[in-house]
């Protein structure tokens, strides 16, 4: 009897404090950048369209990893992907524990306002200040229909949900919709950028992060060691 309880015991412990993680969607997207210099790349990602979660795929000298980033928890894990046959096998590695940020928000007296072009396309202008004659940022987006809801402005900005939000203020709730092309300019840097959705399949992948993780300090090129 007390052999079955710990056993027991052992088995919620590693329930509660395991994370299982489902991704339902996999999503390649292109983007281009523009100006100052023109590049091209892709980028191919694992969504969970019910809790908003990404799973990343990174390439760096034919070594791939892939990361999930918990927001709420400042936290990223980080794992080895290994191709065979087309077919694609996640190893947790270990996972970075990021600081709570106590630096000034930059962004806070910034304005958004986002405008209905017509039913696809949407202005987003971020100005520096309510006197809205500087801008910081300024995009249009191209929304669709979709099976699933994944209205994501995709930004070097940190305000980026309130955009978000504002965009779906415009959209039919009894639908879905995603945004499916993007343009954007940073008017302090002087870059742009196109960005489109290539390809969206339905997918079925479950990956764990173990009961007891494996902190390390975030290194960039640390992700591509062995």
């Not at 940022?137 to 504002?166: C, H, L, M």
Request: positive net charge; contains cysteine; hydrophobic residues 30%.
């Amino acid at each position: 009897m007390k052999k079955s309880f710990l056993l027991l015991l052992c088995l919620i412990s590693m329930f509660v404090f395991s994370q299982e993680y489902h991704f339902d969607h996999f999503i390649r997207e292109q983007s281009k950048r523009i100006k100052p210099d023109k590049q091209e790349w892709i980028s191919e990602s694992f969504y969970d369209s019910v809790n908003n979660k990404k799973l990343v795929l990174i390439t760096q000298n034919n070594k791939t990893i892939a990361t999930i980033y918990e927001k709420e928890n400042r936290i990223r894990h980080v794992f080895k992907v290994n191709k065979s046959n087309g077919n694609l096998t996640f190893a947790y590695k270990y996972s970075n524990q990021f600081p709570e940020q106590k630096t000034k928000d930059y962004d806070k007296e910034n304005v958004i306002k986002v405008e209905k072009i017509d039913s696809l396309y949407y202005n987003i202008i971020v100005f520096k200040n309510a006197r809205l004659k500087r801008k910081k940022i300024s995009g249009i987006v191209k929304i669709e229909k979709s099976q699933f809801d994944y209205v994501n402005f995709s930004a070097d900005y940190s305000r980026t949900d309130e955009i978000n939000e504002k965009i779906k203020s415009f959209l039919n709730p009894k639908f879905k919709y995603i945004v499916s092309s993007q343009q954007t300019k940073y008017y302090t840097s002087g870059y742009a950028f196109e960005e489109s959705t290539q390809k969206i399949e339905k997918t079925d992948l479950n990956i764990m992060v173990p009961e007891k993780l494996v902190l390390k300090e975030y290194n960039y090129w640390s992700y591509f060691e062995e």
